[in-house]
């Protein structure tokens, strides 16, 4: 092998390459950036806890969904006993009034692009991005 | 490990087996709907034409229907989206119409909507169970199991159903908060106001029909309003033969 040296320097750029994006990062304090939501402020406890709900909105949406659709029932009992509406629209949409800055800031932070508001109407007084395809 | 003349034994069973069952069912009574619960309404609407057509030209009830639904309005009869409509009495009654038929029973608008049918092709042909019945009767939608292939629209006998061609949203006049539309490529129809018999209210159609031509109640409920008309009127439904077991009846 002649050419030794040059192979290195060729790897040795390659990384730098490609790992420029998490230097960048870390260097400029990005890596540890999480998004700012705004959460409700006339709430404090959402229909379960906020983990359950960070984790399984989706899941608890879906259930909602399922339960109405498929059975009629409207009135769902959590937890802790207490009872709600189920509706996305309705319910889910009193507390989280600021879409912009709370559902949307995730979504967009984590790429997901639910599509929920394709067909459900957000509630007029809701902030929303504006961007967004509802309304 | 199955040979092969046990193999065609059963595969010649269960050819013939699949067919008798249905068979079986049919001879013994029992209801292909299933028995209903203990204080299960079913639920029907009678449509009185002759009160219907006292009022030309009236769409009262088309209306509240379509804009409490956010039903668009796409002004083109390819595209067209609707829950509740007219046509002529010959249309809708082809067996029952002939030419010796009074013209004033001829040429009266007959209200139709989903029938809401006891035995619903459009749900046995649903391939992602999008579409199904309810224990209180109603055919219902869930619009987000739909994937818009049309294999309900093309079993169902009525043409109750419409398909999203277009996004609907810039079509509706007026977008009703509590109420979600539908996107483009999916299935919509009638749902006998389930989102409002939930809350103890009449169908918008009913509530806002002024002739009292629209009459809604259970058919489970021996006193009810409608088993009072069924009971006490000639009346008829649309294709009855095939034995869909349509729940709108119309009096003439």
């Known amino acids: 092998m002649h050419d030794t040296a040059k192979v290195i320097a060729g790897i040795a750029v390659f990384l730098i390459v490609v790992l420029s994006p998490v230097w960048y990062n870390t260097v400029t304090g990005q890596a540890s950036y999480v998004p700012q939501l705004k959460l409700p402020t006339d709430e404090k406890y959402c229909v379960e806890t906020a983990p359950y709900m960070r984790t399984n909105h989706i899941e608890l949406l879906e259930l909602w969904k399922k339960i109405v659709v498929r059975t009629g029932k409207r009135i769902y009992k959590a937890t802790d006993g207490k009872t709600y509406t189920m509706s996305l629209a309705g319910t889910c949409m009193k507390c989280h009034s600021n879409k912009a800055d709370f559902c949307d800031r995730c979504h967009n932070y984590t790429n997901v692009q639910p599509n929920c508001w394709e067909c459900h109407v957000v509630p007029k007084g809701v902030k929303t991005e504006a961007t967004e395809h509802a309304r | ?252």
């Open chain 2, 1 to 252: 490990m199955m040979n092969r003349r046990d193999f065609l034994k059963l595969a010649c069973f269960s050819v013939v087996g699949t067919p008798a069952r249905s068979v079986f069912d049919r001879l013994t009574g029992k209801d292909i709907a299933g028995p209903t619960k203990e204080g299960q309404p079913k639920w029907a609407m009678v449509v009185d034409l002759k009160m219907c057509a006292s009022k030309p030209g009236c769409r009262d009830c088309v209306d509240a229907c379509h804009s409490i639904h956010n039903v668009p309005a796409f002004n083109n009869p390819k595209d067209e989206v609707k829950w509740v409509w007219t046509d002529s009495y010959k249309n809708i009654f082809p067996e029952q119409s002939h030419r010796f038929v009074s013209v004033e029973v001829q040429t009266r608008p007959v209200l139709i909507l989903c029938n809401h049918c006891e035995n619903p092709p459009c749900v046995k042909v649903c391939p992602t169970r999008a579409t199904f019945r309810r224990e209180d009767g109603i055919v219902m939608m869930d619009y987000h199991r739909c994937i818009g292939c049309r294999y309900c629209m093309a079993a169902c006998p009525y043409g109750a159903r419409s398909f999203n061609w277009k996004d609907p949203r810039p079509f509706i006049k007026k977008i009703k908060e509590d109420f979600p539309t539908r996107t483009k490529g999916v299935v919509e129809k009638c749902s006998f106001c389930e989102e409002r018999l939930a809350k103890g209210l009449k169908p918008a159609c009913v509530e806002a029909c002024t002739t009292k031509a629209l009459t809604f109640g259970d058919l489970n409920e021996p006193n009810s309003q409608v088993r009072n008309l069924l009971a006490s009127k000639p009346n008829i439904r649309r294709k009855a033969y095939l034995g869909t077991e349509p729940k709108v009846f119309y009096l003439e």
